[in-house]
């Protein structure tokens, strides 16, 4: 098996057992959606100041509750199953690869989910929408990034579900602050592109550390 | 920067002795607590030996 | 002569930290802030050590995963202890000092707000640690988290940085040297205070070590008295 082929195969494998159990789907999106309602409940029904804080109220609860996806159990393998991936001779690069894509997709799945909610209950200003199609993409990378490396290193502990998002949220600031001040620079006509770039530095760095990390994960987990 | 120049008040001296005693109060336990868990790790060694 | 060999560093920072305080109260005030600068004597130098204790940690992890040596596990563990607790202290500092100044106890000053996540950062890898019972698991997992958070950190302080000159103006005012002299004089006794306390710790951190051997190997027997458990204690003299 190629290496590629190996990626796939892990993240179709994640994917696949998500699908069952639609743990994102089904239960951390309508959370996250939940949120967004409670929250004017909270600081005022507002329209201008809903449509002024809207936007950073999503990224927020995309952050904090995207740790939800992070650490649901589709995400989680047994010791068998980590057994088994390793007997099969998966390279540790390519299972932290596989497993980024499939954190990645259903943290990209959830904040799809939450845009029809930020939109329908905050009326936010969506001027440069287009370039929402690299931005999300790029935040829930870095959040499939994070999570799969503090997910490797939180692996079978028990305090996991406290541990993780102490681990994930304050590095992941920067991931914040890119899409935050990107939407407002879209909102004000300034130029985004040093945001872009900052949410690409990001990803990159916890890419390469990543996959630099896969090979010490496998040995620190028995 | 009128802030800042505001800022020439009165009771300096009582914030400048509060943070001096709260970062050197802060060492000191630290040091304290050091010392305690070191002494309590030799009585345990001595006593498992 | 033993006394001082054992103690020469306590007395060297004992010293420094004594002549620096001296140096912090006589020396002039600020033009604009007054007397209340005088706060930033002690406030930087522990932001200072928090991060210097930050990259010790992280050196300790790299070299960990490259010789798989205990003595560098211990190095990132207790730098990473010394480093929590300064930066506690210097946030604390921060805070008392913005309150006159700003009138308010935070400014979202980017070096304040990465200190203060740099705490948060601590404590997850303190709170890993002690998540994890086999210590060379322990050493491993921490080790690749203080790498990534070592990595992630300049960019955290740059993008805070760039956030906070979009929505407010810097307020970075130059210093006179003699208060310049006296931070480095503040920087170079906290270096002192550092250095002490890594060794103290480090003391600890060997004596917990051989603690836990001892009580591995005194813990009952495995499977009855046929099998004896390993000894921990042994392994780890190479070290």
Redesign the interface.
Known sequence: MTFWRQVYEIARKDLLVESRTAEVALMTAPFGAAALIMIPLAIGTDAPLLTDLGPGLYWIVVLLFGILVILRKSAVDGGPQRDLVRLLGIDPAARFTGATIATSLLVLLFEVALGPVLVALYNPDLRGWPWLFLILPLVAIGMGLLGTIASGVTTSLGTRTSLTPLLVVPLALPLLLGATQAFEGLQLGGSIVPWLVLLFAVDLALAVSGILASGPLEEAVT | MIDLVAAQVDNAWWYVTVAYIVILGGMAAFVAWLGFRTRRARRELEQLS | MTMIRRFWLEAAAVLIVAGS?FRSFTVEADV?????Q??MY??VP?AWLAFLAFVVTMIGSVAW?RTRNRRWDRLAASSAE?GV?FT??AI??GM??A?????QFWTWEPRLVTTA?LF??Y??YL??RR??V?PV?RA??A???G???A??IP??Y???N??RS?HQAS?R?SIDTPLRITLLLGVLAFTF?YAV?LR??L??AH??E??EA??FE?SPDVAGAGITAPSLAKANKHD
């Open positions: 305080l604009v802030q007054g007397d209340v005088r706060i002690v406030h522990s995963l010394i607790v506690g202290l604390l500092a008392i000092w309150r006159p100044v700003w009138g996540l948060f950062v404590l997850g709170a890993l998540a994890v086999d698991q491993q997992r080790a690749i988290m790498i990534v958070a990595v992630q960019i955290v740059y993008s805070v760039w956030w979009l307020s005012n205070v306390l103290r710790r003391e600890l004596l917990e051989e603690l001892r009580r005194a």
